[in-house]
């Protein structure tokens, strides 16, 4: 028998992007999963493939009751559950965001606390780290300064959450795990043009318009890592480390945001202009992680490649997202 095998797993936030893929890991390894979230039209779509062997409940785990519903019985707690935008969007609403996450870690935790949960994911960001962080940055960065300035509502939120499952760590009986994912990508992101992060955004600009016009000047360095390599950093932390001492989550390839661009467009067969807009917020000059910690602590390792994942994420798009006359353009 493995670590999962027979564990009852709630999931928040299982219904989405990187939820979504650790609720078909837990399912696979054994566990016993049950997922949290509102019921909207679509809202099991992406658990189509384990629809029968989970547990749904419908809920708004930003209200108490509902998140010790959810919480009651369980053994561990992996809270995903989170208000995620694209770039525009958090420059405009950094009281809304640092609310709308501030009040779900808030309540989720708590519940867990108060149903006797034992082990508990916190997820927390990279957001955390400010604009001038040395890269690759170590996780004793993460409350030097303020958040990088356009994540700065949802990077405090991120830090709260840590220091939440600081003060209940050394209160309750709780184990409580914390990462900081980097920017995840894969199959099942948000494609919206309001919410996208880059790698869909950039997808959707290369495949529906004539041209692709990309914030800042390009020369701003990332890491992004797949969702599934996320998904299988959170198990490793609950199984390995659970702790309330921060890890990072990412890949160890640092691309441009300009080759990124080159890369999307080259994987599409789309000779889409490129164009690059200074007028527009960039984010950090720079932002990749320090992944000693990880490797040292839980064995991780990223396994998906960067070209692997933007192949696989063009090719969801193309499957489930894609206009049908983007086709002919």
Known sequence: MTFWSEKKVLVTGGTGFIGSHLVEMLVAAGARVRVVGRLRKGTLDYLAAVREEIEFLAGDISQLDAARRAAAGQEIVMHLGAKLTGIGYNVGHSGDMFYQNAIVNLQMMEAARLENVERYLSVSSACVYRRTAPVPTGEAEGFIDDPEPTNFGYGWSKRLA????????????????????????GPRDDFSWEMSHVIPATIRKVFERDRVVVWGDGAQLRTFVHARDVARGMMLAIERHPQPDPINLSSDELVSIKDLVLTVRRLSGRDVPIEFDTSKPAGQAIRGADLGKAQALLGYQPQVTLEEGLAETIEWYRRHVMPPQANGR
């Open 162 to 185: 840590e220091v939440q499952a600081r003060a209940y760590a050394m209160e309750y009986p709780m184990q409580i795990a914390i990462v900081r994912p980097y920017n995840a990508y």
